[in-house]
């Protein structure tokens, strides 16, 4: 099997994902909506560990 994947921005804040366009938004807490498209987000960090 290949190495697990990592995140590179697990780092710092939280990632989250657009489910409306797939935009991507890192931040310290939900931001509610795209800034792009102002969709919903959903946390993306909540799978991993
Ligand atoms: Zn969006």
Redesign the pocket.
């Known amino acids: 099997m290949p190495t697990a994947n990592i995140d590179p921005y697990e780092s710092s804040g939280s990632l989250f994902e657009?489910v409306?366009?797939g935009?991507r938004v890192e931040a310290e807490s939900n931001p509610g909506k795209?800034d792009?498209?102002g969709?919903e987000v959903r946390n993306l960090s909540v799978h991993q560990e």
């Open positions: 657009c409306e366009c935009g795209c792009g498209c969709g």
